[in-house]
């Protein structure tokens, strides 16, 4: 049984420890599963959000995996004293595979409007956490990505722009369209 790897401050997020690192970079078996264990929620976490509610939620297991093959791949080639965080550099990875993906299954979701079924009232029925995801679920997959990565995992748009080979106004004006689309979004959810 291997030891909990240990954490290190960056900021408000925890970053795996150098040792670990080292060992993940070298190919080390060990240091690769703690590299994996370690960030595994936060993987999971970013491509299920990117993907959405819905049936794509079925693949997230699979898109983690592919995520984390292409990451062990190239973690020898990353620069632990560059700019990128390890966190930061594993969620570009990991939103480059779940953008890929929608773009090569555009899956079909149905609105819910279109849902047969007794009306329900969303304040007598849906919290404000479903009432969110069914906001998110108005976003393109490219603006669903650039919110969760901004306002989700709290990238700087910076981070966001790089994550997502675009330049830094382009990010931010997804981000604005984003969040208007889900301000709309909640607003008519309200007077529904």
Not at 24 to 31: E, K, L, N, Y
Not at 32 to 41: E, G, S, T
Not at 151 to 177: F, I, M, P, W
Request: with cysteine; glycine share 6%; net charge positive.
């Amino acid at each position: 049984m291997t030891a909990a790897p240990r954490l290190r401050s960056s900021g408000d997020r925890k970053e795996l420890d150098e040792l670990s690192l080292a060992r993940a970079r070298r190919g080390d078996r060990d240091g690769c599963a703690r590299f994996v264990a370690f960030h595994q929620r936060l993987v999971f976490a970013a491509i299920g959000r990117i993907l959405g509610p819905g049936p794509g939620q079925a693949h997230v297991e699979d898109l983690a995996q592919e995520a984390f093959l292409k990451a062990l791949r190239a973690l020898p080639r990353f620069d632990p004293s560059g700019p990128a965080k390890v966190s930061t550099w594993l969620l570009t990875i990991a939103t480059r595979v779940a953008l890929s993906h929608l773009r090569r299954r555009r899956i079909e979701t149905e609105p819910l409007h279109d849902i047969d079924g007794p009306a329900i009232h969303p304040h007598e029925a849906i919290d404000a956490r479903q009432r969110i995801l069914q906001a998110a679920a108005t976003l393109t997959p490219e603006q669903r990505a650039v919110f969760v990565l901004r306002d989700v995992h709290g990238l700087t748009e910076t981070e966001v722009a790089a994550a997502l080979e675009l330049d830094v106004s382009a990010a931010k004006s997804r981000l604005h369209r984003a969040r208007a689309r889900m301000r709309r979004a909640l607003t008519e959810a309200d007077h529904d």
